[in-house]
């Protein structure tokens, strides 16, 4: 949520900055901003901002807007309203500073109301104003003591860059809570809350803890902490390629990634079989067999896509390990005061590793002593640090913010966890072969609902006109009609929910009508016979139904037909045309799909 990127070094900054920017605008789209040092004789710093997308800023930007050091942010709103003046960078009244900041400073009023009461004028609503006037007020030596004084009377999350007039040779960062990496070049620096601005550049990143700072110049870094000692922070190599974030000849990174779910899984899935023992090895996971033999209960955090997927990993691990587990969105579970017990393994999904909720509940855990694991796709995030141990999903950059293959990989590696905790337990040998050979059937099969992409596009078209949805399933269904409605309501902003078609009958049958669409997932397992009851229910109250299945559905008037797995990993396939669906309904809307209106990719905020 929110991106921030910067660069010091010989190059012209303005282009580099919203290059960075667009790299960026997944995570906030609300305005965007640049401050740069003028340099030349005057010197001094220069800003521009703008409401809306970075687009909007570039063609607002001043004809003389050079320089070789600068700084800039793309913003979800939090506070204050999405306009030019709350866009960052923010400045003191004499243009000394420039700020950019991901995060929250909780205590803002009050330091507003100090800085009021001193003098200093704000013109902005936006929380990070106060650190700009922190800055300037420090009468310290270095800039660096500016903002390690400035920070020092913040309380809340920050992940800050720093542009000082008086000290044109340098970017000084921080990070608390919200992420901040380095970029090293050849004698240029890079900074940015996101690898996927850095990657064009330089796959050399230096990731900063919670607590520590850096000074960036054009030819060296040096990290240390908000307390003044220096830390040895070393360079770490990106995996992903720079190429991952482009559009590769798709019209969106949603399409782009839908169709990139066979190889993703494929990756998920790579050397991780172990054909001899029927089972999998997952390296990262910290859990060895006498650990795995003492788990009681699996419980699993996570928020959106991400807690859907969840709910789909619980059953698998009941259904496979006969472990009790179940899933729950982790801004819920953080606020009950949960009882944290010790014979429960706790598992955070998250693919940006980053989203609020999650890294709280799984910092709460672990101050109750909990052994918490994540399933994660971003390598090295916040969450993954914190974890005990976990697996990485491997399903390569999502820039998109409604996810898609992330969603499909999570919910293959709790296919994965759910056969190693079986194995460890009372899953047989043969049973651990047949879910191995539907594992491997899993990128073939996407292959071919990805094929059908035709049918469903047409079915989305005829749909779209519907102004609410019904979305049912039962049991290993119902997760997957829950995010399949999430998906369309997102992506298109027609209203859908999500009901076990168990419950129909008990209140939403009340809704069905021809206007009502109702999108049906009938897997061919025991519960057939069930699902087939509920669709006789909503055809005799005229309601039209969209069925997927793995076989034609007489009573549906569309079915689309998807390939049948195993029973207990039907539910990893069965929501992939309802990706497509919800793709081509926004499509055939005109909706902005890689950006809806209200969303951020990574909610790094409560
Ligand atoms: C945001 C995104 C969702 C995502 C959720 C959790 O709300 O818009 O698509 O599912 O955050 O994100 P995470 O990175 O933790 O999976």
Not at 267 to 288: C, M, W
Not at 337 to 358: F, K, M, R
Not at 458 to 486: N, W
Not at 500 to 523: D, F, Q, R, W, Y
Request: charged letters at 25%; a negative charge; one cysteine or more.
């Amino acid at each position: 949520m929110c991106g921030i990127v910067g660069y010091i070094g010989k190059r012209d900054v303005a282009p580099l900055l919203l290059e960075g920017l667009q790299r960026l605008e997944y995570r906030g789209y609300d305005s965007a901003g640049i401050a740069l040092h003028a340099g030349g004789k005057t010197g001094g710093l220069k800003s521009a901002k703008a409401k809306g997308r970075v687009r909007e800023l570039e063609s607002r930007l001043p004809k003389r807007f050079n320089g070789t050091t600068g700084i800039a942010h793309t913003r979800w709103a939090t506070h204050g309203a999405p306009n030019d003046v709350n866009a960052h960078p923010h400045l003191d009244a004499d243009e000394k500073v420039a700020v950019v900041h991901n995060g929250i400073i909780d205590n803002a009023a009050d330091l507003r109301t100090r800085l009021t009461a001193e003098g200093f004028v704000f013109v902005s609503d936006t929380d990070t104003e106060v650190l700009a006037h922190l800055i300037a007020r420090s009468e310290a030596g270095t800039l660096e003591e500016k903002v390690r004084e400035a920070v020092g009377h913040i309380e809340g999350t920050y992940g800050i860059a720093v542009l000082h007039a008086d000290f044109p040779d340098r970017i000084v960062v921080a990070r608390n809570g919200s992420p901040v990496v380095l970029g090293i070049g050849e004698k240029e620096m890079f900074v940015s809350s996101d690898v996927a601005a850095l990657v064009s550049h330089t796959r050399q990143v230096v990731t900063l803890d919670d607590g520590e700072m850096a000074t960036l110049r054009a030819d060296d870094y040096r990290t240390y902490t908000t307390e003044g000692s220096s830390t040895s922070a070393q360079p770490t190599t990106v995996e992903w390629e720079a190429e991952s974030y482009d559009m590769g000849g798709h019209d969106t990174y949603m399409h782009k990634e839908i169709h990139e779910q066979a190889d993703a899984v494929d990756r998920a899935l790579r050397g991780r079989i172990d054909d001899r023992f029927s089972t999998v090895h997952l390296g990262g996971l910290n859990l060895d067999a006498r650990d795995a033999r003492a788990v009681r209960r699996v419980k699993i955090l996570g928020c959106g896509t991400s807690y859907h997927a969840g709910q789909i990993g619980a059953q698998m691990i009941e259904e496979l390990a006969r472990i009790p587990a179940d899933a729950e969105p982790a801004s819920e579970f953080r606020y009950r005061n949960p009882v944290v017990d010790p014979d429960t393994l706790y598992i955070a999904v998250s693919q940006s590793g980053e989203t609020y909720d999650v890294l709280a509940a799984v910092q709460e855990l672990k101050r109750k002593g909990a052994r918490v694991l994540g399933l994660v796709n971003v390598v090295g995030s916040a969450i993954a640090r914190e974890t005990d141990g976990g697996i990485y999903v491997h399903a390569g950059p999502e820039v998109c913010v409604v996810s898609t293959k992330c969603f499909t990989n999570m919910v293959v590696s709790f296919g994965l966890l759910a056969l190693h905790l079986g194995r460890t337990r009372d899953l047989s040998v043969a049973d651990g072969k047949r879910i191995i050979e539907g594992l491997r059937k899993l990128p073939g099969q996407i292959e071919e609902i990805l094929a059908n992409e035709a049918q469903i596009e047409e079915l989305a078209k005829e749909y779209a006109e519907a102004k609410s949805m019904m979305f049912i399933g039962r049991v290993r269904g119902y997760p997957v009609a829950r995010e399949a409605s999430l998906k369309l309501k997102e992506v298109s902003y027609i209203h859908a929910e999500a009901y076990p078609a168990s419950e129909l009958k008990h209140g939403p049958l009340a809704l069905i009508e021809p206007a009502m669409p109702t999108v049906a997932i009938v897997p061919d397992d025991e519960l057939l016979e069930k699902n087939r009851a509920a669709l006789e229910e909503i055809k005799a109250r005229s309601g039209r139904i969209l069925a997927v299945a793995h076989q034609v559905q007489e009573k549906a008037d569309h079915t689309i037909v998807v390939p049948k797995n195993e029973d207990e990993l039907d539910a990893i396939l069965m929501g992939i045309p309802l990706q497509l669906f919800a793709y081509y309904t926004a499509k055939a809307m005109g909706r902005d799909i890689d950006k809806p209106r209200n969303l951020a990719k990574s909610v790094t905020v409560e």
